[in-house]
Every structure is written in structure tokens, then in C-alpha cells.
DNA sequence: TGTTCGGATCGAAACGTTTCGATAAATTTC
DNA sequence: GAAATTTATCGAAACGTTTCGATCCGAACA
């Protein structure tokens, strides 16, 4: 019955106030530099603490005040256990930011259809989270039921309606994408995608005409936009084979991510197609693994883990009740967007 | 100032014990299934909690249970950023089996050099976990330092002196394997794996030569068995050269894992020797993401999600103070074993 | 010189549970 | 039919903090 970690038992605030001197609630000011307390008792109390290896309990602490000190982050399943380490390293942004605020990160994963009756996480359940970080596509019954139920909640890498969001600054890297392509000489830019339902994608896209429009170019010979689908490997690899069948090949092709550009590269290299000097090809996200076969993957690189990181400082600010500022970032309304970068490689 | 989750407020055992007419003390029985209760009480209790939408705040439970509810689960930041969904995968099986616990699995990474005074995970520092599961090779410093804090603790995929463990049967999968290949006709397999001192590679490849040992073939033409790097996809590229350099070429290869065996296909290719027809070749642990181009490749699956499982049952265990048993796995003292599975595809 | 104010410290209530021991009624045992 | 046991319920202490006044003291103010 003894609990293995059992030992010469765990010192408390009491033990320490005893040992200072002081009443328990001075070793709390002190603790949590509060109120007023006196140079000389601090630094005695903390010594005391030190030595007594002090660490106040959370459990005890959060009893009073109310809250957990816990930060839910809910993802897909399906994303989550992705090639990609896209969404994985959006969690370590959070996870590295949430220390700084003393908070714990409770990691869970939704499935596509979400059904509140079976699937709402635990966490939720038992409201034991202060706040919300949900990252991806997901169904909108969840969103609304943790908004609904008055949870502060940030999303990040999706949108909907006017909840808080942390995004890629998708149309910034598209128009990168095209300017880069425009400059080595491509006249006739196609694209590429699935799931263009996504407001992500949708935003690339938006992008992309932009950077025709600015370079004064025409029509492209061919865009594939398909609503449906994954936006993955597979999906850029079927998909793919209708540009091969336009009336016209265009000269490079841009991507909404770089899955679909993976796929690309190998349906174009099936076709004996070859990348860049009969096809310059970019992506998007930047999370193409290397590879000696392909030629390495042209594309928009995007700080996943500050993300992560800022999402989560937003989260806090709207936990703490006051309104967020980004001043480095462009910031309407409620939504943070985070720029990107264009990373050159062999693909163009 | 006000809380933006503030509401109506949330119910107390107070006010459920109020409503249903009984002490507080018989609603936490109930809510517990503890101690003797009517069956009238009880259904009468569980109504008006119902009703009341009572839900027992953790923090308030914690405090006199001198529990946490809590899990750490570490692994290397390294591994869990890298591309294959192996560990993300682990840790999926963790979280699904800690709902039945009633526990919360706090995810944490830790850097490949352990420096206890600055990466010590914050739930350790604050103590608020009940136990560790720990995924994956890491710094024996860290584990030595949770079991020296005895603190209960289950390695995942990795083996350090008596700690208990949850680990692939790779000497069964190598043998598999193996097996595989010389039902195939061949009778000259090489060995190709970096960081060989990590004790599951080294059981594979103990697998494998027992394998080649129970099918009285003679000493392969070639083992590549490098102690340094990590087994992943560049150095399986590197590595595999030398394979072609050997004085004959062998006609298959097993690999310590899918990276590697990935990194040995394109090598091949790139050296124009076709797959499976010039060189078979088969992997281990199954996460090779679906292309196009290459071979699909012959592996032995690990049931990654089941390993997960395991440890989180077998550290539930261990918190409760009494031995695991798994009457389905083979359990040699601390070590449970996971079975594995030869999948066939292209590549062999 | 009395009054006000701010710094320093303390005591006690409160947070929402679990659990131990007490009590009482109902049932079994001898 | 008394004693012992089992079932059912309750009250109160305990868990380890935070935080809200209250108190005290010395300094600034009028």
C-alpha cells in the first residue's frame, strides 16, 4: 500500500514559515513576489526555501485561485500522426512558450468527425484547462462548443468566423513563390491543389493570382483546384497527371503545400519530365525531408514553432482579460499573421 | 479583472449534497462508488449531480489524495520532430489508455545532451507527475535521475539496466524477416545499420544472424554495422555504398530500420540497380510513407499505438504498487515484449 | 502634536475535495 | 435475546495554498 515514491516526505510552506520565523502567509508574498515584504525576510525565506528544497504543490495552489495552470491543445489524429513534423513542431512552440507563463500543455487529438458526445477530451469534460490552443482543420461543432462554452481559445493554421487566430501569412508566401518564379523567367504558372475549401490553401491561392496580376501575366494554361481531398502526397501525385494533360505544359508550377509538390515531382519524374529544366516546381510549409532522388524542394518556409509560441502569448493575454498586442506583426482584428520565407533549392 | 470564463458558476459537492438532502462526505461515496451507500441514495445522488452538471474539480480531489493525475511522457526533441510518425504514434497509444486511468499525459521533449540543472521537465521540477514513461533512447543521465527521485518510471523502445521496459520483440522481427528472404530463394543477405550500440538495433541484428544461423546459411558477403551517426534516411544513403563496394554484391539486405532502408533504395537506384529484381530489401518498424517512385517497401511492422498501451498499463501498475502482469506477452522480469509483423510488399 | 499614510507582518477564512471515526439502524450469530 | 456484524450515513479534520482584512510601526504631513 505504500506509495513507491514515498520518502522523508515532502516540505511545505508551513515548515518553512517555521523555520524563517514568519507566518505562512509572508512565505506566500515572498514566493509569488506579492505585496510588501522587507529585503531582509525575502531573502531569509528564500534561503529557507532552498535549503528545505521547497516547491509549493500545484494542487494546493490552484484550490484558492481558481484556475488550473493547464492549457488544452487539441489536434486531428490524422494530422497529428502525419509525415510532416508540421504540427508536431507548432506544439513545441507552445510547449517551449507555456513555461514562461507556468503553465502545462495537455496534448490531445480529435477525430475528422467530431461527435460531443464521444469525443470531447477529458480535459473539457472535467473543465480543467484555463484556456484552448486548437491547431489545423477542425470540425467546427468543436470550435463552437469550446467558445460556446466561454473557454478563451486561439486557433492556429485555420479560421473560422471571428474566433482568435494565429496564422501563416499565406498570401504574402504565395506572391514570394510567384515573384521567384516570375524572376527565373516563367511566363506560364500553374497551380496545384486539393482541399481548397481550407482558408489556408484558399489564401495561397489568392496569393498566387496576385503575383500573376503584378507581373502582368496572363491567364495560366492550367490551375487545378480540386475542393475535395487531402491536400497530400497521394492527392498531388493523381492529381498532377492533369497538368501533363493541358492543352499547353506550363513552364513551372506552384503548389498549395509541399505534399502535393512531392507528389508532382514524382508523377512528373514517371513522365520522364524533368524538374526544373522542363518543370520549376515550389511548395509550401517547408517540411520536405531530404532526399537524394528528388531534386531538393523549392519553397516557402514556414516558423512553425513561432506559431506555436505566439499563439500561445495570445492565449495568455486573453486568459489574463486584457487585449493582445503584436506591434512586429500585422495584426486586423483579431487574427495574428506571421510571415514567411522563400527558400531556394534545386526544384526551380 | 473578470474572468472571461466566468458564468453562472460552477457546482460544488456542497451543492449537490445540499440539493440531494445528504452529508457531503456520502456524495463523494457515491461519485467514488466507495464505502456502503443505498442504492436509493446513490441513483438519487447521481441524479441531482446529473442535474446540477457537476463535474468534481481535480484540484480540489488532488489536494487530499496526495496524487497528481498526471503522467510525464519525454522523449527527444529530435525524435519527436523527425519526419516518420513513430513516437507521435507511441505516445497516441499512451494518451488513449490514460483515459481509463483517469490520468493526463504531460508531453515533454528533452535535448539529445541532458543538462539536469537546465532541462529538468518543470513537471519534475514541481513534482507533478505520479510516474514517467519515457520514449526512445535518451540520455541515461535523465532516466537515472527520475528513478533516483523514485519516482515510477516505464522505458518505451529503449532498455537501461533493470528499469522496467515496454520494447519491440526485434530479435522475432529480424528473425522474420530473414525468414522471409531465404523462403525468397536468397542466400546471401547483407546487414545494413548505423548506431548499433542502441540495444534494440543491436537485437535486430542479433535476430538476423540467428536467422541466417537456423537456415545454415554461411557468412554473408557483407555487414555494414556502424556504431556512430543516427539511423536515418542520409546516413542509410552513405552507408549503403559501401554495400556495392563489397567484393560481391549481396542479393538482399536487411535494415535496422525504414529510414535507413529508404536511404539504401535510393542508393540503389541511383546506382541503377533495380529493386527487388538485382537486390531485395526489407525494413523494420513500418513507417516508409506511401510513393510513387520507390519500391514499396517489405518491413516488419511495430505496433507502435500498442506499445504506447502497454507501458501506460504497466506504469499504472507500478503506481499502484503491485508487479504487472501480461499473460499475452512474454515478460522476462522487468521487460515486456511486443510482438511484431513481416508486411510483404514491392521491395522483396 | 496629533493625524494620516504606507511598509511590513500576521492570523484566519476560504478553496473543494477525501477519509477517518462515530453513530445508528438493520441483520446475523450464538 | 444479547452480542456481534454489516450496512448506511454523517460530521469534522485534513490536504497546502492564496488572499483579505487587521494590526503595528515609523515617517511624512498639517
Redesign the pocket.
Known amino acids: 500500500m505504500a506509495s513507491p515514491t514515498s520518502g522523508p516526505k515532502?516540505?511545505?510552506?508551513?515548515d518553512v514559515?517555521k523555520k524563517a520565523?514568519?507566518?505562512?502567509?509572508?512565505?506566500?508574498?515572498v514566493?509569488?513576489g506579492?505585496?510588501?515584504?522587507?529585503?531582509?525576510?525575502?531573502t531569509r525565506v528564500l534561503n529557507v526555501a532552498k535549503q528545505l528544497n521547497?516547491?509549493?504543490?500545484q494542487?494546493?495552489?490552484k484550490?484558492?485561485?481558481?484556475s488550473t495552470g493547464n492549457i488544452g491543445f487539441v489536434l486531428r489524429a490524422d494530422h497529428f500522426a502525419r509525415s510532416e513534423p508540421f504540427y508536431t513542431r507548432i506544439f513545441l512552440g507552445t510547449e517551449f512558450e507555456a513555461h514562461f507563463h507556468g503553465l502545462y500543455v495537455l496534448l490531445t487529438t480529435i477525430p475528422q468527425k467530431f461527435d460531443a458526445s464521444l469525443h470531447t477530451p477529458r480535459f473539457l469534460q472535467e473543465r480543467n484547462v484555463d484556456g484552448v490552443l486548437i491547431a489545423g482543420k477542425v470540425d467546427s461543432d468543436f470550435i463552437e462548443s469550446i467558445a460556446g462554452a466561454r473557454i478563451p481559445l486561439v486557433l492556429i493554421d485555420y479560421q473560422l468566423k471571428d474566433h482568435p487566430a494565429v496564422v501563416i501569412d499565406n498570401q504574402q508566401g504565395a506572391k514570394l513563390a510567384v515573384e521567384h518564379l516570375v524572376s527565373k523567367g516563367h511566363e506560364d504558372i500553374a497551380f496545384l491543389g486539393a482541399d481548397m475549401l481550407h482558408p489556408s490553401l484558399k489564401e495561397r491561392l489568392e496569393g498566387y493570382r496576385i503575383g500573376l496580376n503584378d507581373a502582368r501575366l496572363g491567364k495560366p494554361s492550367c490551375e487545378i483546384v480540386s475542393d475535395q481531398g487531402e491536400p497530400d502526397y497521394g492527392t498531388g501525385f493523381e492529381l498532377s497527371q492533369q497538368i501533363f494533360e493541358c492543352s499547353k505544359r506550363p513552364t513551372a508550377v506552384f503548389c498549395a503545400n509541399d505534399s502535393i509538390a512531392m507528389g508532382l515531382l514524382d508523377q512528373a519524374a514517371s513522365q520522364g519530365i524533368r524538374v526544373p529544366e522542363d518543370l520549376a516546381v515550389v511548395g509550401f510549409d517547408d517540411v520536405a525531408r531530404e532526399d537524394h532522388f528528388r531534386p531538393s524542394l523549392t519553397t516557402v518556409r514556414v516558423y512553425k514553432e513561432q506559431l506555436g509560441e505566439l499563439a500561445m502569448k495570445y492565449l495568455n493575454e486573453l486568459m489574463a482579460g486584457f487585449p493582445a498586442t503584436y506591434p512586429n506583426f500585422e495584426r486586423r482584428s483579431h487574427i495574428v499573421r506571421v510571415p514567411t520565407e522563400l527558400i531556394i533549392r534545386e526544384s526551380s
Chains 1, 2 share one sequence.
Open positions: 515532502r516540505s511545505t510552506i508551513k514559515a520565523g514568519v507566518a505562512i502567509s509572508t512565505v506566500s508574498l514566493m509569488n506579492k505585496g510588501f515584504v522587507s529585503n531582509e525576510t525575502s521547497y516547491v509549493p504543490r494542487a494546493a495552489r484550490l484558492p485561485m481558481q
